[in-house]
């Protein structure tokens, strides 16, 4: 599943990622970037507003891990468990998120315990960026069960 | 501020409640009530996009701080600081978000150090409900400071 793929995957199937105008810059086992612009994200404060911030967080973390369930061959629906988000700075302008897998280990033990007991939770975290500065934190868990 | 005053001012400052279909159906000191139809908000399960429903869930407990600082005339930005997003079960169509005043002892500190700190910090809780059932929990941090 390429950066094209993801992107057409979501807007057909997650209609407010076409609503805030999420673009996938790239997609692989390793790492998941997305971007979106401030004009439809935008609060009263003339920045991205926080429930944009932490959706399109939530996307890169979700995308990631279908990116990595896909590529592994492995069938299995993916749902949100829980996730903290931490608005560290106001951003007054387009914006990333970023998802990237720093450590191999959680990642084997989550495929591992999913073959073995068809379900298994693994964390991701996000980062939401502008012009290379961390402006918010994701922190999420999500449940893949085998279909 | 009204429930239709504040649809209008969410509709006219935040787009992203605009592409969510948020309408307001209750605004006052004690609580607010918000729904969201199921189909712009809909994910690749056909059940609510984890997204939409924190995003719902922080425009509630946002506009609770908001019409309470509004009703004591305090003229305050208001910014979310941090959430924890707990989803709880699938939604499966239409929702609500509510946050609701359980306790006015925080709500009388908030307002009492905001006075004389120009600054305050306040938690607040909303719950995402479908049919009566609570399907998500919100806890979020809001940060207010005197203009």
């Not at 805030?20 to 439809?40: D, G, I, N, T, W």
């Not at 003339?46 to 429930?51: D, I, L, M, S, Y």
């Not at 994701?138 to 279909?147: E, M, N, S």
């Amino acid at each position: 599943m390429d950066a094209l793929a993801l992107q057409q995957y979501l807007h057909e199937h997650i209609p407010l990622s076409r609503a805030m105008q999420v673009s996938v810059l790239a997609a692989s086992v390793e790492e998941v970037l997305l971007a979106a612009p401030l004009a439809p994200n935008i609060n009263h404060r003339e920045t991205v507003f926080g429930g944009s911030a932490s959706a399109v967080c939530i996307l890169a973390a979700w995308s990631l891990v279908q990116v990595r369930l896909r590529a592994s061959e492995t069938a299995a629906r993916l749902v949100i468990q829980r996730n903290l988000m931490e608005y560290l700075l106001p951003v007054h302008g387009d914006f990333t998120a970023r998802a990237r897998v720093e450590d191999e280990a959680p990642w084997r033990h989550f495929h591992k315990v999913l073959e073995r007991r068809g379900k298994a939770r693994i964390a991701v975290a996000a980062t939401q960026e502008r012009e290379g500065v961390i402006a918010g934190r994701l922190a999420g868990t999500f449940v893949a069960a085998i279909r």
